[in-house]
């Protein structure tokens, strides 16, 4: 399996708290994601990187922000938590554009 | 715009039946197809895929033919399993953009002794 770790696995949190979910790799892949997960809607892309530094928006990007200042490392921030953020969060990492993604386990965030 | 339809679930399956998963899309160019595979409490794994029209991707039993004149990849196999019991998600790549890595919604699939 890829090497993919994300950190928390879980976390419950009040709305307007700030949030930062971690993801790191090493398989030293150049493009990493971050996915929202919710019924009916499948995956969504939030925000991507292809490289360090070097990050872009997904679809829906709004209320968060992303930072990647290691290669290993792709950081998720919600600077103000909302109800509607409550998700199931995914890494995914990637060689190269058209190439198969490996995805983490997932952060299960709960916004009260 | 690029996008996935897959088939509606949840499909509810008994050991040893077929299975197909009708997959169909729409993208400019020549996408990259996938099939992954989702278990309970798990990330998206990798199934199979395919980079090119009547490539057929395989893997654990599971095959996805590239058909480029009806725009379609569905999911066969010809003995589900217990143990196939997931959620399955389609999905196209195009190569000449970062986001561009479209995924159907997905469909569940449950199979029962």
């Known amino acids: 399996d890829a090497g993919i770790t994300q950190s928390p696995r879980h976390k419950v949190t009040e709305t307007g708290t700030p949030v930062t979910l971690r993801c790191h790799q090493t398989?030293?892949?150049?493009?990493m994601y971050w996915y929202r997960q919710d019924p009916g809607h499948g995956l969504r892309l939030i925000h991507y990187?292809?490289?360090?530094?070097?990050?872009d928006k997904g679809e829906v990007s709004d209320g968060y922000s992303v930072s990647r200042s290691k290669t290993e490392d792709f950081l998720l921030t919600l600077e103000s938590a909302t109800s509607s953020q409550t998700s199931v969060y995914f890494c995914?990492?990637?060689?190269?554009?058209?190439?198969?993604?490996?995805f983490g386990d997932g952060t299960r965030l709960s916004i009260l | 715009g690029d996008s996935v339809t897959q088939m509606e679930g949840p499909v509810t399956l008994s050991e040893e039946a077929f299975l197909t998963i009708n997959c169909t899309y729409t993208a400019t160019g020549y996408p990259s197809l996938f099939w992954y595979v989702q278990y309970p409490g798990e990330g998206l794994q990798l199934l199979l895929k395919a980079t090119k029209a009547d490539d057929k991707g395989s893997n654990k039993g599971f095959e996805a033919t590239y058909r480029k004149e009806t725009t379609s990849f569905h999911l066969e196999k010809g003995s589900v399993q217990v143990s196939d019991s997931a959620v399955y998600f389609c999905a196209l790549s195009l190569k000449t953009s970062y986001d561009k890595v479209i995924f159907g919604p997905g469909t569940s699939l449950s199979v029962i002794p």
């Open positions: 990187s292809y490289g360090v530094k070097d990050t």
């Open positions: 398989e030293n892949h150049r493009y």
């Open positions: 995914a990492i990637s060689t190269e554009i058209n190439q198969p993604q490996h």
